[in-house]
Nanobody
């Protein structure tokens, strides 16, 4: 049974940085794609970044290109999202996902989310 647990959210001022972590366990052996999504109040969920964990090919939403970086540490079974130059529009609940359609299609496993709040 796949399990994803996010951490690292918090409150920062505009221009600040946060690093989100997503520790995973029990995922199917054929899981190669993982991603970060976010959902702000009153808005639809949107894909932020995706990664092939074998080979490390990445994909970013236009809104975060150049500011966010997704990575994966196989030894620690952990997905990361480094977020720099955060802006108020980045305020949302952030979710990690695994075993899905590249880059932001349907995913089979989801974490519970971690809140990111950016103040101006």
């Amino acid at each position: 049974q796949g399990r994803l647990v996010e951490s690292g959210g918090g409150s920062v001022q505009a221009g600040g940085s946060l690093r989100l972590s997503c520790e995973h366990s029990g995922l199917p052996l054929g899981t190669f794609i993982m991603a970060w999504f976010r959902q702000a109040p009153g808005k639809e969920r949107e894909g932020v970044a995706a990664i092939y964990i074998v080979g490390s090919h990445t994909y970013y939403a236009d809104s975060v290109k150049g500011r966010f970086a997704i990575s994966h540490d196989k030894a620690k079974s952990t997905l990361y999202l480094q977020m720099n130059n955060l802006q108020p529009d980045d305020t949302a609940m952030y979710f990690c996902a695994a075993d899905g359609d590249w880059p932001f299609g349907e995913y089979n496993y989801w974490g519970q989310g971690t809140q990111v709040t950016v103040s101006s």
